[in-house]
């Protein structure tokens, strides 16, 4: 089994910063891949961005020039720079790693909110 900790939510500006980390334990042998999703109110889960153990990434076109993810594979850690936010970036973001037969790991989500 593996756990996922999120932290680093919060309330920010329009056009503010935020970074989220989240740090993994357990049979971390078997990650490869990790990522975030999110969901906003009355929406679907979505994939934000993800990253594998070699450093391959991609990104929602959402969000795309405006936030990086990089990982920690000493650390187990993977961590999203969130940068000129948006309120449409505002929704629940969970770290995930998707296990191979499933189900996926997740975390428990943390709230970020982009208001003025």
């Known amino acids: 089994q593996v756990q996922l900790v999120e932290s680093g939510g919060g309330l920010v500006q329009p056009g503010g910063s935020l970074r989220l980390s989240c740090a993994a334990s357990g049979s971390i042998r078997t990650i490869y891949v990790m990522g975030w999703y999110r969901q906003a109110p009355g929406k679907q889960r979505e994939l934000v961005a993800r990253i594998s153990s070699g450093g391959s990434t991609a990104y929602a076109d959402s969000v795309k020039g405006r936030f990086t993810i990089s990982r920690d594979n000493a650390k187990n850690t993977v961590s999203l720079q969130m940068n000129s936010l948006k309120p449409e970036d505002t929704a629940i973001y969970y770290c995930?790693?998707?296990?191979?037969?499933?189900?996926?790991?997740w975390g428990q989500g943390t709230q970020v909110t982009v208001s003025s």
């Open positions: 995930w790693s998707p296990k191979l037969g499933g189900p996926d790991y």
